[in-house]
C-alpha cells in the first residue's frame, strides 16, 4: 500500500500540536518562523528537538551559528504565529516593532511567550525534504501570569485552539 502525501497530510492534521517559533541568529541576521514540529528529547541531558524544512532561511541560520531558540506561544500570540508562518516574507524584518530579549546564544527570544529554550545544536539529520535538529538547551524561562499559567496555543485541523480542561 502506497500513502499519498494528501492522505498523510489529512491524518497529521488531527493531531493537535502546541505552536513555536523557532529564531536563529547569525553575524547580524536574525530570521524565525513558526514550527509545530517541536519535542523534547531527553530530560538528561536536556535535549529537544525541530524539524525545518530545507529551503527555510531560519534553517540555514541555525546551521550557520550552530544555535536557535525556540518560543512556545500563547493564545494571546496567534498574530504572532500567522506573522512569523509567512505572512511577513523571508526578506522583511518579522521582528520589526517587537520586543526580543537575549540569553546565552543570542537567538531572539520573544516577549510574552509561554517560555523560552535557548539551545546550542547537537546533531542534524537530513530527511527527504526537512532537517531534523536536536538541541542542548542551555538555557530557559517558564512564565507564569499570577497563579494561573497562561493558556499555550494549539494547532488542531487547520485551525487555532485553545486547552480546556476535561
Not at 5 to 16: G, I, T
Not at 43 to 51: G, K, M
Not at 142 to 150: I, P, Q, T, Y
Request: charged share 20%; aromatic share 8%; with cysteine.
Amino acid at each position: 500500500m502506497t500513502v499519498t502525501n494528501e492522505e498523510l497530510r489529512a491524518a497529521m492534521r488531527l493531531w493537535a500540536t502546541g505552536v513555536t517559533i523557532v529564531t536563529a541568529n547569525h553575524e547580524g541576521v536574525r530570521h524565525g518562523m513558526t514550527v509545530s514540529s517541536f519535542t523534547s528529547v531527553s530530560l538528561d541531558p536536556p535535549l529537544i528537538l525541530i524539524c525545518l524544512e530545507r529551503s527555510t532561511r531560519t534553517r540555514q541560520l541555525v546551521l550557520d551559528s550552530a544555535v536557535f531558540a525556540v518560543n512556545l506561544l500563547t493564545t494571546q500570540q496567534v498574530d504572532l504565529s500567522n506573522r512569523f508562518a509567512g505572512r511577513i516574507s523571508d526578506l522583511e524584518d518579522r521582528f520589526a516593532g517587537l520586543n526580543t530579549t537575549v540569553l546565552e546564544t543570542g537567538a531572539p527570544l520573544l516577549d510574552g511567550a509561554l517560555a523560552w529554550m535557548d539551545c546550542r545544536v547537537s546533531a542534524v539529520f537530513e530527511m527527504s525534504s526537512h532537517t531534523i535538529i536536536v538541541g542542548q538547551v542551555i538555557g530557559v524561562k517558564s512564565f507564569v501570569a499570577g497563579d494561573a499559567e497562561a493558556a499555550p496555543l494549539l494547532y488542531y485541523n487547520r485551525s487555532y485552539r485553545e486547552f480546556k480542561e476535561l
